[in-house]
C-alpha cells in the first residue's frame, strides 16, 4: 500500500515505534499526532523527509478537524492507513477515582478515537482500499484490580472495532484491532517481569507493537495480541471466568500493575 498514513500517540511508546516502523513502507507520508511538539519534531527529523507532525491534544472539540484539514492541506486531502494508538491511563480503584476517573479515561482512550475515525472516515473511504489500525490492550479482555477505567475504554474500542469492521468491508476501508499486554519501554521497564523467567514471555517491545500495527494494518490482519501468548489469557476469560477473576483479585496481579509502573498520563500511550 503506498499513500499516507496517519499515526495518533505518536511522541513515544508504541506510537514512535510505528512511525519509524512505516518509515520501511512504500509511503508517500508519514502524520505524527500527538500533544508534545518538541517530540514531534524530533521524531519527525528521524523519520525522514517524508514524516509531518501535527501537536494536537485529540480530546480537544477541534482536533478531528484539525486533522483533516492538516491532511486536506499537506497530504491533498488522502488518507490510507489511520493508526488510532493515542491513549493513557490514570490508576485508581472505582471506589477511590470513580465515575471522574472512567470519565477522563473514556474521553481520551476511546470517543477521541471514535470522533477522529467519524472525521477521517469519508478520506478512508475515498482512498479504498483502506485501512484503520485501532490499538486496544490485553487489558481490554482481562481486567485487573485499579485498571477498570483503562480496560473499560479498551474494552469499548475492541467491541467497536469488531462493529466497524462489519460495516466497512463493503466500502473496503480494514480495520484491524491490535492488543498489547504488557510493553517495555522507557517509561515501563517492566523490570519485575523481565527479570523472571516464569513471566518474560508476557513482556514484548514496542517494536514487535509497531510490527503487529503494520500486519494488521498494511497486512489487513484482522487482530493480534502482543506478545501473542495473551491471547490464552483472553480465551481463558470466556472459558474459565471464575479462575480468572481469582487470579486477578490476588495480590499477585496488583504486583503487576505497581511495580510494571504501569499507569501514568505523561506518555501519550503505552498499551498494558
Not at 523481565?194 to 523467567?197: D, G, H, P, Q, V
Given at each position: 500500500m503506498s499513500g499516507v498514513a496517519v499515526v495518533t500517540g505518536a511522541s513515544?511508546?508504541?506510537?514512535a515505534a510505528t512511525a519509524r516502523r512505516l518509515a520501511a513502507e512504500p509511503l508517500e507520508r508519514i502524520v505524527l499526532v500527538a500533544r508534545r511538539e518538541?517530540?514531534?519534531r524530533q521524531l519527525a527529523a528521524e523519520v525522514g523527509p517524508r514524516a509531518g507532525w501535527l501537536a494536537v491534544d485529540l480530546?480537544?472539540?477541534e482536533a478531528p478537524v484539525q486533522v483533516r484539514e492538516h491532511l486536506q492541506r499537506e497530504?491533498?486531502?488522502r488518507l490510507d492507513l489511520l493508526v488510532n494508538n493515542a491513549g493513557s491511563s490514570w490508576r485508581a480503584r472505582f471506589a477511590d477515582g470513580g465515575w471522574e476517573n472512567v470519565r477522563r479515561t473514556m474521553e481520551l482512550n476511546?470517543?477521541?478515537q471514535v470522533r477522529l475515525t467519524e472525521a477521517l472516515l469519508p478520506l478512508l473511504r475515498a482512498c479504498a482500499p483502506s485501512a484503520i489500525v485501532n490499538v486496544a490492550s490485553v487489558a481490554g479482555r482481562v481486567s485487573r484490580a485499579g485498571t477498570g477505567a483503562y480496560s473499560?475504554?479498551?474494552?469499548?474500542?475492541?467491541?467497536w472495532s469488531d462493529a466497524l469492521a462489519a460495516e466497512e468491508a463493503g466500502s473496503g476501508v480494514h480495520v484491524g484491532l491490535v492488543l498489547p499486554g504488557f510493553i517495555a519501554t522507557e517509561g515501563f521497564p517492566a523490570a519485575e517481569l523481565?527479570?523472571?523467567?516464569a513471566t518474560r514471555r508476557l513482556v514484548s517491545s514496542a517494536d514487535v507493537a509497531a510490527d503487529a500495527i503494520v500486519a494488521a494494518g498494511l497486512g489487513r490482519r484482522a487482530e493480534r495480541f502482543v506478545p501473542r501468548p495473551w491471547a490464552l489469557a483472553a480465551s481463558l476469560r470466556v472459558l474459565a471466568p471464575g479462575l480468572i477473576r481469582r487470579l486477578m483479585a490476588g495480590g499477585s496481579a496488583?504486583?503487576?500493575?505497581?511495580r510494571t509502573g504501569a499507569e501514568r498520563r505523561d506518555a501519550d500511550h503505552e498499551a498494558q
Open positions: 513515544s511508546g508504541i506510537g518538541d517530540r514531534l480530546t480537544a472539540p497530504c491533498d486531502g476511546f470517543d477521541a473499560a475504554s479498551k474494552a469499548a474500542l475492541a467491541a523481565t527479570e523472571r523467567a496488583s504486583a503487576l500493575t505497581t
